[in-house]
């Protein structure tokens, strides 16, 4: 008897030896590690979108060349694109699809308000939520999985104000925006910058996001005596009001903006007037140290020039990637915790760091003045 239970007993504790070198065996992480894009794929802010899912592309493929491994298993990264159509709505319903798709991490959304409806639905999943809105309220939405990739529009338009009231030094200004919320609250706070430095503002006006014909503004711009114009206009209504201001005589005036008129629009044409400027969070890639290199890959890879943001999505993968070995999981719990820890390189920006609330560290603001044919960038900083 004590024979027959000392074999059970061997063969029992082989058995369990065998499924503990098994289950060892067994990793969690699947073959593939699925990486989602949600971003506008149709209607006027397609271009951006796209722009954004190719440098997601090129990260990915770069990647995968090289070869990937985590907690020593070989993976391959996987992405997973959806169009959020830039409306809240429909970034709730992709949001839905790229959690059925189990997605490890997402580069989405482009528009705040799309970022803050799919925000609760990640973070639910504990998917990390990597976004190039600018709304500060989407890192003020008390979920661990809200992270920013640029500077936002508190700092924007504390650039906005501070630039026009001491670098452009006018006697004068108009602050005019398009009365949504985005252009109406960014305004409102350069408003206010420019006030603190002791200018004035004689002119303050919300249009709506249309408005092409200024023939009852100029009346009003002269009274006041304004020679500089702060605007959160888009590009298309800058356009017609320096026509329509150079019509009427006032060429000495200057005009800065946010990044809605940092488009071709504002340079293909004549500048009749002063001068031109924006500022804009997304810093182009030429800017950067490594800028050349990213360019001269991507050009290969789209054949085509970033339009946008291509840079940041390329960077967010592979500091997504970076956390991921350190945490040595997909888990998303892991995952967010070591998103906000890690200073990991970022191979363009170089300056991808996220605080405990998800904001970015090193988020700047670029200001660029208009030129025949070309933005030139003026100034770059992280403190205004």
């Not at 030896?17 to 802010?45: N, R």
């Not at 990915?60 to 159509?85: P, Y």
Request: net charge positive; charged share 25%; glycine share 8%.
């Amino acid at each position: 008897m004590t024979t027959r239970r000392a074999a059970l007993t061997i063969a029992l504790s082989a058995i369990a030896a065998a499924t503990s070198i098994g289950l060892a065996g067994c990793s969690k992480i699947g073959d593939t590690v699925k990486i989602g894009v949600a971003q506008p794929m149709s209607g006027p802010l397609a271009p951006l979108g796209k722009d954004m899912l190719n440098g997601v592309t090129l990260a990915v493929k770069e990647i995968n060349k090289a070869g990937l491994r985590i907690d020593g298993k070989a993976v391959t990264l996987e992405v997973v694109s959806v169009d959020d159509k830039a409306n809240a709505d429909e970034g709730k319903k992709v949001a839905q699809t790229l959690i059925d798709a189990g997605v490890v991490a997402v580069v989405g959304h482009l528009n705040s308000g799309v970022s803050m409806a799919a925000a609760p639905m990640y973070a639910e999943k504990h998917i990390p939520q990597l976004a190039i809105s600018t709304k500060p309220e989407y890192t003020k939405m008390g979920l661990d999985t809200t992270f920013r990739l640029v500077a936002n529009d508190a700092i924007q338009s504390k650039a906005m104000g501070s630039y026009a009231a001491s670098q452009i030094a006018g006697s004068a200004y108009a602050v005019i925006d398009d009365n949504t919320p985005y252009g109406k609250g960014l305004a409102d706070l350069a408003a206010g910058e420019i006030k603190k430095q002791n200018k004035a503002v004689s002119v303050r006006k919300s249009l709506d996001d249309k408005t092409t014909d200024f023939a009852a503004l100029l009346p009003e711009l002269k009274a006041g005596k304004v020679d500089v114009i702060v605007t959160t206009l888009n590009d298309f209504q800058v356009v017609a009001l320096i026509e329509q201001l150079a019509k009427a005589g006032m060429t000495d005036m200057r005009i800065l903006g946010g990044d809605t008129i940092k488009t071709d629009k504002l340079v293909k044409g004549p500048l009749p007037i002063r001068g031109v400027y924006a500022t804009s969070p997304i810093i182009e890639a030429r800017e950067f140290n490594a800028g050349r290199d990213f360019l001269a890959r991507f050009r290969a890879a789209t054949n085509g020039e970033p339009i946008y943001g291509a840079h940041y999505a390329y960077d967010a993968v592979h500091v997504l990637v970076a956390a991921i070995k350190r945490a040595e999981s997909v888990d998303g719990e892991k995952l967010t915790k070591e998103l906000k820890r890690i200073d990991a390189l970022a191979p363009v920006t170089n300056a991808i760091r996220f605080k405990p609330d998800g904001e970015q560290y090193y988020g700047a603001i670029s200001v660029y003045k208009a030129n025949p044919g070309a933005w030139e960038a003026v100034m770059r900083s992280d403190q205004w």
